[in-house]
Nanobody
């Protein structure tokens, strides 16, 4: 199984940017799809962005499209989430995940490895 460690979260103001990183170790990572999910207090976990193992496809939630960019560097076993023009509603714990979700890149159960999460707080 792949072990994932997120980093890069923090407290920022609305309009600022952050870049999250997700470092993978353990089992083969480069041939697995990856995704970011987030969970705000009192809310269910929601899909944010996903990327195919070879970066051929990227998918985004409507709420972040045009502001967030997912990317990966398989040579470094790392997935990134560049977050621009942050809003207070982006406040959440952000989790990265890897797996083989097939057609269902937006669904959490399709991923079998998850990180512990990194807190992102956006003040107004």
């Amino acid at each position: 199984q792949v072990q994932l460690v997120e980093s890069g979260g923090g407290l920022v103001q609305a309009g600022d940017s952050l870049k999250l990183s997700c470092a993978a170790s353990g089992d083969t990572y480069s041939n697995k799809d990856a995704a970011w999910f987030r969970q705000a207090p009192g809310k269910e976990r929601e899909f944010v962005a996903a990327i195919r193992w070879n970066s051929s496809v990227m998918d985004y939630a409507n709420s972040v499209k045009g502001r967030f960019t997912i990317s990966r560097d398989n040579a470094k076993n790392t997935v990134y989430l560049q977050m621009n023009t942050l809003k207070p509603e982006d406040t959440a714990v952000y989790y990265c995940a890897t797996g083989r979700p097939g057609l269902f890149m937006r669904r959490g159960p399709g991923y079998d490895s998850w990180g512990q999460g990194t807190q992102v707080t956006v003040s107004s």
